[in-house]
């Protein structure tokens, strides 16, 4: 870190010489702050123009600033002072020029330096003349450390020619090619341990050209070419990626194919790390045209399908990983049409849906061991008639509605329910229901991160039922020591979640008492119940959320 090294004269004169000298000017010059003997500004005049060394100071006594002077004009060293005293800028002047280098300082720490690769005029004399170019070569500092943070050309204020940057080790861990501020050239990013971490080609601030970028082991994450900031050719690209049917998960992948203005166009081939083929896609302008399969990690084939004018046409099928079918879906431009059947792992059909112009015509379900278990038929989309069977293919009784106009009835009821549910969710700040409309269900019900239902096909149920609930409920309560007189709601409400195996968890207060010992005590009750019988969504025991009223009354 460069040292500031200048000297500052202290005269020994007598008392006529520390008052402003009169004309014509020679020899010591001193004036005063007004009103004090704080000196503002001392130095020395030969031939009545200032000469040698000048000095000015804050009305506080602090230093200023330090310039030399030869026959009347700046010439030598300078320094620049913040009003602490401290030296913000030194340097020097040549002919009425900046020239050599330059040094700032923040808090009086080495921050930038500067090498004028043209001198800048100090306007000093120079008025009459046109200002030039400022071309320095800037050098920046870390205050803490004292290491290069970056360093290159500085025309008209801009970065310009070649820039490095080093991290805070004074390892370097980038170079850029700009001109005038924006990137032209080559530009490279280095890791720490000095692995080339990306290199790109520029042209007037926007990707142009071959760009390669690597792991901190050198292996390839991409390489192609840009034309305007935009991917233009053959591309290898190394990204993680989720992609339906392959799972929910980020997966590792290598992609292989051509752009053209951005866009991806033609084939497209994604790769496991394991060099087996993820996906093979076809592609016009960024859009899916023609045959797609996607595979799994082994090889198996997972999906398949094609598209025509972008839209899908004919058989799309899903496999399971042992290669059985999973669903077949038949399209004609996009729009489902025939029969969709779902399968079960073992081969056997578990769902059964007819389209017809893009709308639900009929729907079947089966039992795992090839048994009827729900059939629907469906108007224009709605709901005329539902049935159900248990496992031996026995008619079961009906708990939902037969007919459209009793499920719109029902739909109504539900809704009235949900709309006075959610003003005492809102008092409480909790999240609101959706109310049920057409195919929609509440928020629970498809929330597929979850898997929490509101409503199953068969709901889960309490040793003995609601009665016994609310039995068990009374009888394990016991009340805090609460005033005679405290006021409680008619009705408090809280929830709870039954999970697959029957066991209560997540249980909450929607409404509460009013008193935290009363609603604490209620939910170390709730989270007390015994096992619950659990619900079942499509044969399969689920987890459902539950809501239980209860009466808020102190015992007589």
């Known amino acids: 870190m460069k040292k500031l090294f200048f000297i500052v004269l202290i005269f020994s004169l007598s008392g006529n010489l520390f008052s402003q000298s009169p004309l014509p000017k020679n020899g010591v010059y001193i004036s005063y702050w007004p009103g004090t003997q704080t000196i503002s500004e001392y130095g020395f005049y030969k031939n009545e123009k200032k000469d040698g060394t000048w000095v000015k100071y804050e009305n506080t006594g602090k230093l200023k600033e ?14 620049l002072f913040d009003v602490y005293g401290n030296p913000t800028r030194e340097g020097r002047i040549s002919k009425g020029y900046f020239t050599g280098i330059e040094y700032q300082y923040e808090n009086g720490i080495l921050w930038k330096k500067h090498k004028y690769l043209k ?29 290069m943070r970056n360093e290159g050309k500085v025309v008209e204020g801009k970065k310009d020619s070649v820039w490095k940057w080093y991290d805070e080790k004074g ?3 980038g170079i850029e090619t700009l001109l005038l501020g924006k990137k032209n050239g080559i530009s490279q990013r280095f890791y720490a341990n000095g692995q080339l971490a990306e290199s790109a080609f520029f042209l007037k601030g926007e990707m142009d050209g071959t760009r390669l970028m690597l792991t901190e082991n050198g292996d390839t994450t991409e390489y192609g070419n840009y034309t305007k900031g935009r991917r233009n050719g053959f591309f290898i690209i190394h990204e993680s990626l989720r992609i339906k049917d392959l799972g929910n998960d980020q997966k590792e992948y290598f992609v292989r194919g051509n752009y053209t203005d951005g866009y991806m166009n033609g084939n497209f081939i994604l790769k496991y790390p394991n060099g087996k083929i993820a996906s093979n896609e076809n592609y016009v302008g960024g859009k899916l045209n023609g045959n797609r399969k996607l595979f799994y990690p082994g090889g198996k084939i997972s999906y398949e399908a094609n598209y025509v004018n972008f839209k ?26 025939g029969k969709q059947i779902t399968y079960y792992e073992n081969g056997k059909p578990s769902e059964e849906t007819v389209y017809e112009n893009g709308k639900m015509n009929s729907f079947t379900r089966y039992y795992e061991n090839g048994k009827l278990k729900e059939k629907r038929i469906y108007m224009n989309g709605k709901l005329l008639k539902q049935e159900f069977y248990d496992e031996k293919g026995k008619k079961a009784e009906l708990s ?25 969710l809102e008092e409480s700040g909790k999240q609101k229901l959706t109310t049920i409309g057409g195919d929609h269900l509440p928020s629970d ?10 409503f199953v096909e068969v709901m889960p149920e309490f040793p003995g039922g609601n009665s016994a609930m609310l039995r068990y409920f009374g009888s394990n309560l016991k009340y805090p020591e609460i005033e005679k007189d405290s006021d409680f709601p008619a009705k408090c ?4 979640v039954v999970n697959e195996t029957g066991k209560v968890e997540n249980a909450q207060v929607i409404k509460g008492s009013g ?12 989270n007390s119940f015994p096992q619950f019988k659990p619900g079942k969504q499509n044969g399969k025991t689920v987890k459902v959320k539950m809501n239980i009223p209860i009466s808020c009354m102190l015992p007589k």
């Open 515 to 526: 008193n935290l010992d009363m609603d604490k005590e209620a939910l170390r009750v709730i």
């Open 66 to 79: 330090v310039y030399n002077y030869k026959d009347g004009s700046k010439e030598g060293t300078y320094i």
């Open 119 to 147: 001198p800048l005029a100090t306007n000093e004399g120079l008025l009459d003349q046109p200002y030039p170019i400022v071309v320095v070569f800037e050098t920046e500092y870390d205050l803490n450390t004292g290491l």
């Open 312 to 337: 899908l046409n004919g058989k799309e099928l899903r496999y399971y990983e042992n290669g059985n079918p999973r669903q077949l879906t038949e399209y004609v431009n996009g729009t489902m049409v």
């Open 171 to 173: 390892n370097i861990k």
């Open 400 to 424: 939902i509605p037969k007919t459209a106009l009793e499920l719109k009835k029902k739909k109504e009821k539900l809704n009235k329910e949900i709309k006075e549910l959610n003003k005492i």
């Open 493 to 496: 409400y809280f929830s709870f």
């Open 445 to 454: 019900y498809v929330n597929k991160d979850t898997t929490i239902y509101t």
